[in-house]
């Protein structure tokens, strides 16, 4: 049985270091130190008697069952944040689930500290010799990553996906560090 808790505690390590803006400007005086707080949930998404979804605090979880990850980013300095960017580590043992990322314009990695435009694709080599393009499986993800730009005083911003857990365990490997932004965000677009 697997346990969201695990799966929140790995996390939130993730959220608190890849959460942070870029600090590339060099100023005189030292700028003031902004105050994002990150909030990290899992909620089971179970079927009620109306057949309308409902988010379950996650608790535990079985193979088969729907996570979903919120992340809420809340500005609580005096000052906007700029260039913030959003990482939400995908837990090994789960798989993505397609359109489910909210916002839509996520970037995704399978652990390499890349992130690229959503499908994620691979060269792979035929018996013919030709090398052909295809998509990465979703079960290989690792991490999403959005841009969000500004984030003024005062304000929040939430952040989610929704993962299966598997079957079987996942032979993907999990980042081994946060991914941390390295400047700007780059331009959208990635492999094609």
Not at 124 to 138: A, C, N, R, T, Y
Not at 178 to 192: D, H, L, N, S
Request: charge should be positive; hydrophobic fraction near 40%.
């Amino acid at each position: 049985m697997q346990k969201p808790g695990a799966f929140l505690k790995v996390l939130a390590l993730f959220v608190l270091f890849a959460s942070f803006p870029n600090a590339n400007a060099q100023t005189a005086a030292p700028a003031p130190k902004p105050e994002i707080e990150s909030i990290l949930t899992a909620k089971r998404v179970e079927l009620g008697e109306d057949k309308k979804e409902k988010l379950i605090e996650a608790k535990t979880a079985k193979p088969g069952d729907i996570i979903e990850y919120q992340v809420t980013y809340a500005n609580k300095g005096k000052t906007a944040v700029r260039d913030l960017a959003a990482t939400l580590p995908i837990p090994t043992d789960t798989e993505l689930l397609r359109n489910t990322n909210r916002p839509a314009a996520a970037r995704a990695s399978v652990g390499d500290g890349k992130f690229l435009s959503i499908p994620l694709k691979r060269k792979v080599k035929l018996p013919s010799g030709k090398e052909e393009e295809i998509d990465i499986p979703f079960s290989e993800y690792r991490a999403l990553q959005w841009s969000l730009g500004e984030l003024a005083a005062g304000k929040s911003v939430v952040v989610s996906a929704r993962v299966r857990v598997s079957d079987a365990p996942n032979t993907a490997p999990a980042p081994a560090t946060p991914p941390t932004p390295a400047g700007p965000p780059p331009a959208k677009g990635g492999q094609k």
